[in-house]
């Protein structure tokens, strides 16, 4: 009979207590900090150390509401159209505010931890850039170049690249650079 691992035990205790913990994560802001992650196998997957330098943060969003209004009255637009299509995911929005919220962390990687009938919650895993162990570390001081400032803004993330089509490397996927770009070279 094959023995469970530790994370095995994580993950179902987890997935126990998570509709419990719901009812207190909706009163809390929509950025909260939180000491550690609520997945421990999930961010360890990603990337998360515990160890200075290293924040994790809660983010919840509300589902749905991407769609404009009809018009009602006034002046309207020839087609009575309320498609509003983003191009961006949840996990990619919730990675902007968490970025926005601390301004002087990189976001290194995010996961869902839960839903309910209207958030998302995602956790997202923060590194500073500028604490001494973060450079020394050679896992993880590429994020302290330059060319790693604003990572989620330029859609660098993991769910980033996915939003920006850049996950599928079939060759008669033009997506790379962009998803506009591949629409342009096609005309």
Known sequence: MATKSAYKYIKENVRNNIRDKLVA????????????????????NLGYKDKKGFVVARVKIKRGGRKKTRPKRGRRSKRQT?????KMSYQWVCELRASKKFKNLEVL???????DGKHYFYEIILIDPERPEIK???NFKWITEKTNKKRTERGLTSA??????????HPANKSRPSVRSGKRRGK
Request: zero cysteines; proline letters at 2%; a positive charge.
């Open 160 to 169: 980033g690249k996915k939003s920006r089509g850049l996950r599928s490397r």
């Open 25 to 44: 994560w909706r009163r809390q802001n929509s950025v909260q900090k939180i000491d550690k992650p609520t997945d421990l196998s999930r961010a360890r």
């Open 136 to 138: 020394k570390d050679k």
């Open 109 to 115: 990687n995010s996961y869902q931890i839960a839903k």
């Open 82 to 86: 309320n498609r509003k299509n983003l």
